[in-house]
């Protein structure tokens, strides 16, 4: 039933903003976990951040701290990544991800979106 897909890359100027947005087209995204992953070209999958199924509570990688916010409004089913003052280095695919939270595996994954931040 959840059906996870991101939208809002794109290519931006160092010091720019983007926001990410992660849609559950199964309408459940009130009872799961969300995360936000990203990969660069040749490097592994990083955590991002993750928010909590109630959005009460967040966390965040060091990179990333300060910079970007993730938020979740369960009424639209939508999961969002804020990204401030972006760096080269943040250059990858993004991907949301979901999970119940009796487990603490994602369970579902959407298939990316590509966010590219210029010197």
């Known amino acids: 039933q959840v059906s996870l897909v991101e939208s809002g890359g794109g290519l931006v100027q160092a010091g720019g903003s983007l926001r990410l947005s992660c849609a559950d087209s199964?309408?459940?995204?009130?009872?799961?976990?969300m995360g936000w992953f990203r990969r660069a070209p040749g490097k592994e999958r990083e955590f991002v951040g993750g928010i909590t199924w109630r959005g009460t509570t967040t966390t965040y990688a060091d990179s990333v701290k300060g910079r970007f916010t993730i938020s979740k409004d369960n009424t639209e089913n939508t999961a969002y990544l804020q990204m401030n003052n972006l760096k080269p280095e943040d250059t990858a695919v993004y991907y949301c991800a979901a999970r119940d939270a009796k487990y603490s595996a994602y369970q579902y994954w959407g298939q990316g979106t590509q966010v590219t931040v210029s010197s």
């Open positions: 199964g309408h459940t995204l009130s009872k799961y976990n």
